[in-house]
DNA sequence: CCTTGTGTTCTCCG
DNA sequence: CCGGAGAACACAAG
């Protein structure tokens, strides 16, 4: 499950191996629900280009094209990956390439994007939720400014993250995972940086004092941080462009430890319970 | 039935 | 009756 630390890991990675690249052809997996004109649609805008940036915003990436006007969009949504192969990797006699154990295209290959320098770019997505997509600069810019405060940026600060809480009564939690108040914060670092900040997840925002807010927005800011330090984190699908596990998964608190013991305290059991809709993670003795 | 990210729809309240 | 907030639902597929 990317999140904003797994997606930045990939697009700190990326921008090193294709800026400059020249898009040669575009490969896409057909499927029923995608009609076969709009397949050759997205290959035709895509062939001859340059990427220019990798941008990110939440968990969204962003491949600037040389035209200045096309943008490729890619949102892996749960289990979607993106992997770079140097040309060298390439098997014997032909378009199979092996990356560590796992030979490439697999089943859950949708496309495959052949760059000048002989490497290739796999998008694979077992679930195929994710997806790309091309957009011009207006659709582009439209998109972006509905993502909330960016943790990385500077823009990013106490003051900022108070004003986006102020006077919202839903629970925390949801203000977390809202996109449009901060983005790129899924469900493990929601879970990691409440627990980190003492604060229990179905809290009502407006209930939280000012040094509650100041403690959370400390503990997003550091979770979020360490994360990236490790190369985020692999809960069962996640890889980086290399096809390498993130190492934050042993540095987890509450994320898939329900029924543990709490490793903070020492004392507390981590429950799980259901929050915002979703799965959630905490020790009652740590989170109050 | 579960899982999560996101977009849409519904309901409530002032 | 309108608008906004927030919650609930829908959907993707394994």
Redesign the pocket.
Known sequence: ???LPEVETIRQDLRRKVLGSKIQHVEVMP???SPRQKLDHFQMQLAGKFFTEVERV???LIFCLNDLDSFLLV?L???GQLIYVHHNAIIAGGHSFKVFDKTLPSS?TRAIFTLDNGAKLFFND????GYLKIVDRAQKEG?VG?YGLEPLQPSFTLANFAAVCA?????VK?IL?N?ERVA?I???Y?DEALHRAGILPDR???TLSAREIKKLFAAIQSVIGEAIRWRGTTFNNYVDSAGNTGNFSQHLKV??RSGEKCLSCKTGMIE?T?V????THFCKVCQK
């Open positions: 499950m990317p999140e499927i029923k629900t939440g968990k969204l949102h949504k749960m289990t859950h077992s679930r195929r939720f998109l509905k006077g919202k009564k839903t629970n949801a995972l996109q790129g899924g469900n493990i929601a009502s925002t407006a994320y898939d799980k259901r915002a809709g979703r799965g």
